[in-house]
């Protein structure tokens, strides 16, 4: 089973200001990775697919980059709606595996 | 516009079974594969089971395999999880959730769509 692991695990970020969020997988899984966000009560919502590609209706502040094992999601100026939990999740593998999230908070 | 919605969740003691349903609409359901996906409370998501659009692949999270029971009725639009033996750490809200192909294979198998989830207690 391929390990996910996020980092960090909150961040603390200003309204207005970048945030950078990693996931780090144990063994390569290409550029299958998806990123998702979740807000108290609610669903998970799809945001990036295929590392970098933005799901239908995200806005072009959510942007996904890397390959293999090494992933980053940049929020580039963060709006009071995207402090939330993020997940990123390898599609790769069986099984196909979350990581642990990274939590953004306000400063 | 697409939408899923769970039912069936509720308190259920250890060792006993619940059936999960989930009910599509807005898209051709048998196009897609779906999926279970579990939330622990304070927890982090598992992906617990996924069905091929046409029915003909199923699978199962090591978790869960040999307990719990996916399938489809494309007449329907319907989605189903039945769970036997069920045991405490089986306590989660489970999520409905589309795959964005028709079947969940390696490259393939991320989840465009989620329905609001149905919590399930596995408590005496």
């Known amino acids: 089973e391929i390990l996910m692991t996020q980092s960090p695990a909150t961040l603390s970020v200003s309204p207005g200001e970048r945030a950078t969020l990693s996931c780090r997988a144990s063994q390569s899984v290409s550029s299958n990775l998806a990123w998702y966000q979740q807000k108290p009560g609610q669903a998970p919502r799809l945001l990036i697919s295929g590392a970098s590609t933005r799901a239908t209706g995200i806005p072009a502040r959510f942007s996904g980059s890397g390959l293999g094992t090494e992933f980053t999601l940049t929020i580039s100026s963060l709006q009071s709606e995207d402090f939330a939990i993020y997940y990123c999740q390898q599609y790769n593998n069986w099984p196909f595996t979350f990581g642990p999230g990274t939590k953004v908070d306000i400063k | 516009e697409v939408q899923l919605l769970e039912s069936g969740g509720g308190l259920v003691q250890p060792g006993k079974s619940l059936r999960l349903s989930c009910v599509a609409s807005?898209?051709?359901?048998?196009?897609?594969?779906m999926s279970w996906v579990r939330q622990a409370p304070g927890k982090g998501l598992e992906w617990v089971s996924g069905?091929?659009?046409?029915?003909?692949?199923?699978y199962y999270a090591d978790s869960v395999k040999g307990r719990f029971t996916i399938s489809r009725d494309n007449s329907k639009n319907m989605l189903y999880l039945q769970m036997n033996s069920l045991r405490a750490e089986d306590t989660a809200v489970y999520y409905c959730a589309r795959d964005r192909f028709p079947y969940c294979t390696s490259g393939n198998c991320y989840f465009d769509y989620w329905g609001q989830g149905t919590l399930v207690t596995v408590s005496s």
């Open positions: 069905i091929s659009g046409s029915d003909d692949t199923i």
């Open positions: 807005g898209f051709t359901f048998n196009n897609f594969a």
